[in-house]
C-alpha cells in the first residue's frame, strides 16, 4: 500500500519561506501515474485543499488564497513531491497533509478525491 511521509514544517515568521516534502513508498504503481496534492486544516476549520499536481503531464493548480505564493513540483526519480511556500501569512498556519491518488490526469482540490494520505506536518506562521 502506498505511504506518504510528510516533512520540512516548523515555525517562521510572516513574509518567511518553508519548503514541505512528501515521500512516497510502497507504491505498486510507478509513481508518475498517482496525482498527489496538498491539504491544510487549521484549528476549527474544514481540511481544505492547498495545490495539486498530477501524473506524467505534471498539470498544476493552486487554491486563490496561495496563488503567487506556494510552488508545487514532483521529482519522481526521488519519489517525492515538494511544496515551496514562500510570504507565508499568518492565516497559512495550519497542519499540511499530501494525498495521492492512482491513474489520474488531473489533480483536484477536493479531499474525496484521493484514497492514500500522510500524517501531516505542522506549518505556524507567527511573529
Known amino acids: 500500500q502506498l505511504q506518504l511521509v510528510e516533512s520540512g514544517g516548523g515555525l517562521v515568521q510572516p513574509g518567511g519561506s518553508l519548503r514541505l516534502s512528501c515521500v512516497a513508498s510502497?507504491?505498486?504503481?510507478?509513481?508518475?501515474?498517482?496525482?498527489i496534492a496538498w491539504f491544510r486544516q487549521a484549528p476549527g476549520k474544514e481540511r481544505e485543499g492547498v495545490s495539486g499536481i498530477a501524473g506524467r503531464d505534471s498539470n498544476t493548480n493552486y487554491a486563490d488564497s496561495v496563488k503567487g505564493r506556494f510552488t508545487i513540483s514532483r521529482d519522481n526519480a526521488k519519489n517525492t513531491v515538494y511544496l515551496h511556500m514562500n510570504s507565508l501569512r499568518t492565516e497559512d498556519t495550519a497542519v499540511y497533509y499530501c494525498?495521492?491518488?492512482?491513474?489520474?490526469?488531473?489533480?483536484?482540490?477536493?479531499?474525496?478525491?484521493?484514497?492514500?494520505w500522510g500524517q501531516g506536518t505542522q506549518v505556524t506562521v507567527s511573529s
Open positions: 510502497g507504491f505498486t504503481l510507478d509513481l508518475d501515474v498517482y496525482a
Open positions: 494525498a495521492a491518488d492512482p491513474l489520474r490526469t488531473s489533480a483536484p482540490l477536493s479531499p474525496r478525491w484521493y484514497e492514500y
